[in-house]
């Protein structure tokens, strides 16, 4: 099973872009990566998914080499409301195995 | 998300008791979960289930039990509840073959004296 390591947590200014590593060396080849973010006491809200190259939505980028070996996600222009929890999970779409491990997640905090 | 529905929000007991905290949803999703969370710490799965009549253990399942009565309910029990079952339990839903993304209730914050 792929087990996820990140920084337990980080600190950013308004306005600037925020990177958040996983590292995932025993990614299987049907694993994708996804991305949770978590307000406190507020259950956990997906953010982006992918399983190779480079994947955008509106809220955020996930990087990912082409060794898929690890992912970075991008916030860019945070604000304060991008303080939370950021929780990388990998695994295969069938949910088993760790597609619910979460972890410990990444804390950022977003200072004016 | 106000799909996923969960009671009490709020509960507290005492040692010894026996506790059900119960988890609906309107989305039609087949799988449901329940997770606990500890202060400061990650989410840890109790228990889920992909249908009616699938029912998995997850990481820490001593303790507690599961039902899943309809494909819309998922309630979680306490057999007999302990002090260190304190935390904040999440029930959350996902369709297959949709990117699996989870979708979480609002938590129920349960205190065990």
């Known amino acids: 099973l792929a087990k996820t390591t990140q920084p337990i947590s980080m600190d950013s200014y308004e306005g600037q872009e925020v990177n958040i590593t996983c590292s995932h060396n025993?990614?299987?080849?049907?694993?994708?990566i996804t991305w949770y973010q978590q307000f406190p006491s507020q259950g956990p809200r997906f953010i982006i998914q992918g399983y190779k190259t480079k994947v955008t939505n509106e809220v955020a980028s996930l990087f990912i080499p082409a060794d898929r070996k690890s992912s970075t996600l991008s916030l860019p222009r945070v604000s304060l409301s991008d303080t939370a929890v950021y929780y990388c999970?990998?695994?295969?779409?069938?949910?088993?195995?760790?597609?619910?491990?979460f972890g410990g997640g990444t804390r950022l905090m977003v200072k004016p | 998300d106000a799909d996923v529905t969960q009671t009490p929000r709020n509960r507290i007991t005492k040692t010894g008791k026996r506790i059900m905290l119960e988890c609906s949803q309107t989305?039609?999703?087949?799988?449901m979960y329940w997770y606990r969370q500890d202060p400061g710490l990650g989410l840890r799965l109790i228990y889920y289930?992909?249908?009616?009549?699938?029912?998995n253990k997850g990481e820490i399942s001593d303790g507690y039990s599961v039902s899943r009565q309809a494909q819309a309910k998922f309630s979680l029990s306490l057999e007999s509840a302990i002090p260190n079952q304190t935390a904040l339990y999440f029930c959350?839903?996902?369709?297959?073959?949709?990117?699996?993304?989870?979708?979480f209730g609002p938590g129920t914050r349960l205190t065990v004296l």
């Open positions: 999970l990998v695994g295969g779409l069938d949910n088993a195995g760790n597609m619910l491990t």
């Open positions: 989305k039609g999703h087949d799988r």
């Open positions: 959350a839903t996902s369709v297959t073959g949709e990117r699996n993304e989870q979708f």
């Open positions: 289930s992909f249908d009616v009549k699938d029912i």
């Open positions: 025993n990614i299987a080849t049907n694993d994708y």
